[in-house]
């Protein structure tokens, strides 16, 4: 995101210096950025280095991507006072990554637990925070409306005309339907609470077990760190591929009959969105803790082998973005939003209407056409908004 802001503000015509985690250098490298990067073994240096960058640039704006991610680093580093990032001779801005006017910052993690996304002396920080009148508020995900500081932050894509073929290098033939589905890191690493690492095991087995019943002729492309072990239920129909590049990726997806998430968030559907590719969203509103719960809900719409499947991974806390959580910090950011009507959202758990969706989106043309059209007249929305640059800009005027 910080990456497009960036972008946006070269392209009208300013100045753009970054400081960021030596992670990134690679991404800032590619895209032509002048930078400066912080390593961890810096600790409470890390400061002095903030100091010295600006007293060296004196830039006229200051843009921390985003305040609570700045200040829970230099937490981590050791700095518990943070007041400082609001006292440099500049404007001060910050990223509002998602819209705290509407969700606030605490979180619900791994069903029971509540976290923030604030570390360190919360009351502190909220009041740094509140002092920044300035915020650049990213759409998606927030709705697109005439709110100060809404900006379009729509991903640049770029696939050429002359893309690989990957449904040949994957052996899929051109009849067969092909579905992708990603996974990060810190969704297959699920270190942490036990509910966490059952969620994260049982989602890839379930949508295994659903895929199975889809037939011989649908593809489950997985992109992710590791494969998961689903060729015992799906055979040659599952393919793994290690994370990809930005333009492998794109050229990937304009293959991809149907984008298939778990996270509603995840920036690679507004990709699937540009390309016109229909994009199904798991999601669980309900807790579970016991079987039986899940027979209330869902009557017995269960097959006995999803059904074993899910014992042995209750209790199940309600997600929006698995397998963190984050449905009810979510769920006033998401409501009435009209993102959430260029695809569709359905229970992990409902597995008849799972499949039934599934089915329609992969062979039904005129539904398929239906959600292309929504993810048209939702991208045309969102590039109506101002850019960043315009709303930085109209900050400082």
């Given at each position: 995101?910080?990456?497009?802001?960036?972008?946006?503000?070269?392209?009208?015509?300013?100045?753009?210096?970054?400081?960021?985690?030596?992670?990134?250098?690679?991404?800032?490298?590619?895209?032509?950025?002048?930078?400066?990067?912080?390593?961890?073994?810096?600790?409470?240096?890390?400061?002095?280095?903030?100091?010295?960058?600006?007293?060296?640039?004196?830039?006229?704006?200051?843009?921390?991507?985003?305040?609570?991610?700045?200040?829970?680093?230099?937490?981590?580093?050791?700095?518990?006072?943070?007041?400082?990032?609001?006292?440099?001779?500049?404007?001060?801005?910050?990223?509002?990554?998602?819209?705290?006017?509407?969700?606030?910052?605490?979180?619900?993690?791994?069903?029971?637990?509540?976290?923030?996304?604030?570390?360190?002396?919360?009351?502190?920080?909220?009041?740094?925070?509140?002092?920044?009148?300035?915020?650049?508020?990213?759409?998606?995900?927030?709705?697109?409306?005439?709110?100060?500081?809404?900006?379009?932050?729509?991903?640049?894509?770029?696939?050429?005309?002359?893309?690989?073929?990957?449904?040949?290098?994957?052996?899929?033939?051109?009849?067969?339907?092909?579905?992708?589905?990603?996974?990060?890191?810190?969704?297959?690493?699920?270190?942490?609470?036990?509910?966490?690492?059952?969620?994260?095991?049982?989602?890839?087995?379930?949508?295994?077990?659903?895929?199975?019943?889809?037939?011989?002729?649908?593809?489950?492309?997985?992109?992710?760190?590791?494969?998961?072990?689903?060729?015992?239920?799906?055979?040659?129909?599952?393919?793994?591929?290690?994370?990809?590049?930005?333009?492998?990726?794109?050229?990937?997806?304009?293959?991809?009959?149907?984008?298939?998430?778990?996270?509603?968030?995840?920036?690679?559907?507004?990709?699937?969105?540009?390309?016109?590719?229909?994009?199904?969203?798991?999601?669980?509103?309900?807790?579970?803790?016991?079987?039986?719960?899940?027979?209330?809900?869902?009557?017995?719409?269960?097959?006995?082998?999803?059904?074993?499947?899910?014992?042995?991974?209750?209790?199940?806390?309600?997600?929006?973005?698995?397998?963190?959580?984050?449905?009810?910090?979510?769920?006033?950011?998401?409501?009435?939003?009209?993102?959430?009507?260029?695809?569709?959202?359905?229970?992990?758990?409902?597995?008849?209407?799972?499949?039934?969706?599934?089915?329609?989106?992969?062979?039904?043309?005129?539904?398929?056409?239906?959600?292309?059209?929504?993810?048209?007249?939702?991208?045309?929305?969102?590039?109506?908004?101002?850019?960043?640059?315009?709303v930085v800009h109209g900050f400082l005027a």
């Amino acid at each position: 995101m910080a990456l497009r802001v960036a972008q946006d503000l070269r392209a009208a015509g300013d100045e753009v210096f970054l400081l960021i985690h030596d992670a990134l250098r690679p991404i800032f490298q590619a895209a032509g950025f002048s930078f400066d990067y912080v390593v961890d073994h810096l600790d409470g240096l890390v400061r002095l280095m903030l100091d010295t960058c600006m007293r060296r640039l004196k830039p006229t704006t200051v843009i921390y991507f985003d305040y609570f991610n700045t200040a829970n680093y230099l937490h981590y580093r050791g700095i518990s006072d943070t007041s400082f990032l609001l006292e440099y001779d500049s404007a001060v801005m910050s990223l509002d990554t998602w819209d705290y006017q509407s969700t606030g910052h605490r979180i619900d993690l791994y069903g029971g637990t509540e976290g923030s996304l604030i570390y360190g002396d919360i009351a502190q920080r909220l009041e740094e925070f509140e002092r920044i009148d300035h915020r650049l508020i990213p759409v998606p995900m927030a709705p697109g409306d005439q709110r100060p500081g809404k900006f379009a932050c729509l991903p640049t894509l770029t696939v050429p005309s002359t893309a690989s073929n990957w449904r040949s290098r994957l052996c899929i033939p051109d009849r067969d339907r092909l579905v992708l589905f990603c996974t990060a890191p810190w969704q297959q690493h699920a270190d942490g609470p036990a509910d966490r690492k059952r969620l994260a095991d049982v989602l890839p087995a379930l949508i295994g077990e659903y895929f199975r019943q889809l037939g011989p002729d649908v593809h489950l492309v997985h992109v992710g760190p590791e494969p998961y072990p689903l060729v015992s239920s799906l055979g040659e129909n599952y393919h793994w591929l290690a994370p990809l590049g930005h333009t492998a990726f794109n050229e990937l997806l304009r293959c991809t009959d149907l984008f298939l998430s778990a996270n509603i968030s995840a920036t690679t559907i507004t990709r699937a969105f540009h390309l016109r590719v229909p994009v199904l969203v798991l999601e669980n509103s309900r807790p579970l803790n016991t079987i039986d719960d899940a027979h209330a809900v869902f009557g017995g719409r269960l097959t006995p082998r999803a059904e074993s499947l899910l014992k042995d991974a209750l209790p199940i806390y309600a997600f929006s973005l698995w397998p963190l959580g984050y449905h009810e910090f979510l769920h006033p950011l998401l409501e009435n939003n009209p993102y959430c009507e260029a695809l569709d959202r359905v229970e992990l758990l409902d597995e008849a209407v799972v499949l039934a969706r599934c089915r329609l989106l992969l062979d039904d043309a005129d539904a398929r056409q239906a959600m292309a059209d929504r993810q048209e007249g939702y991208l045309k929305q969102v590039a109506a908004l101002p850019s960043a640059a315009d709303v930085v800009h109209g900050f400082l005027a």
